[in-house]
């Protein structure tokens, strides 16, 4: 058990909805980080927050967006959902940022969020 | 763009065989390389490589980075089948806006 939750553990929903996915860091980790993994994409970086900041925007759609809330945990917000956005989706937490130097960059993973689009 | 490639993309071998993995990156900005398994969901870390030359080991498995050439490895000694698994590597670049740009993995699978 890496300590970072996601909650729901399965979503199933049709084409057109709007879904949010919640994702509590371990304790006491600044850092927020969101994936997506396809079967054929592969996982792939979606965005990151520090401390309510957005600090990383990987390969993101503008459907999706994401904020991280005061007592750090982070939602995903996906909309005008389409067949392809059927993955699982992972949170990830770290203490820190890797600019601030050490081992702050490990990364913990949560049990991830299956969505599938109908 | 920034781009991390491994291979072999997946490989079968016997229990007790060594396997090396390998991973090639192109990164602007690049600062460590991370190795995690994936077995049937969440990735877990196994290695954050900074420094080239330096091999990092964490019982039968081991790494080493060589930022001359851009790349590491990942070697398994002794497989056991619970080493059976997907080996991603990512590489994270640095500065105002950090992020891990991941391989698409490499699935070992190891046989009694």
């Known amino acids: 058990d890496s300590g970072v939750t996601q909650t729901p553990k399965h979503l199933i929903t049709a084409t057109g909805q709007r879904v949010t996915l919640r994702c509590s860091p371990r304790s006491g980790d600044l850092s927020v980080y969101w994936y997506q993994q396809s079967l054929d994409q592969g996982l792939q970086f979606l965005i990151q927050y520090y401390n309510g900041e957005e600090r990383a925007k990987g390969n993101i759609l503008e459907r999706f967006s994401a904020q991280q809330f005061p007592d750090l945990h982070s939602e995903l917000n996906l909309s005008s959902l389409e067949l392809g956005d059927s993955a699982l989706y992972f949170c990830?937490?770290?203490?820190?940022?890797?600019?601030?130097?050490?081992?702050?960059?490990?990364?913990?993973f949560g049990p991830g969020t299956r969505l599938t689009v109908t | 763009e920034d781009k991390v490639v491994q291979s072999p993309l997946s490989l079968v071998v016997h229990e007790g065989d060594t396997v090396t993995l390998n991973c090639s990156y192109e990164?602007?900005?690049?600062?460590?390389l991370l190795w995690y398994k994936q077995e049937k969901k969440a990735p877990t870390f196994l290695f954050m490589l900074t420094s080239s030359g330096i091999e990092k080991k964490s019982g039968r498995l081991s790494s080493i980075l060589d930022k001359k050439e851009l790349f590491s490895i990942l070697n398994i000694t002794a497989t056991q089948t619970g080493d059976s698994a997907i080996y991603l590597c990512?590489?994270?670049?640095?500065?105002?806006?950090?992020?891990?740009?991941f391989g698409t993995g490499t699935r070992l699978q190891v046989t009694l």
């Open positions: 990164v602007t900005n690049f600062r460590s």
């Open positions: 990512a590489a994270l670049n640095t500065g105002t806006a950090s992020k891990l740009t």
């Open positions: 990830a937490s770290s203490e820190g940022l890797a600019i601030s130097g050490g081992n702050t960059y490990e990364q913990y």
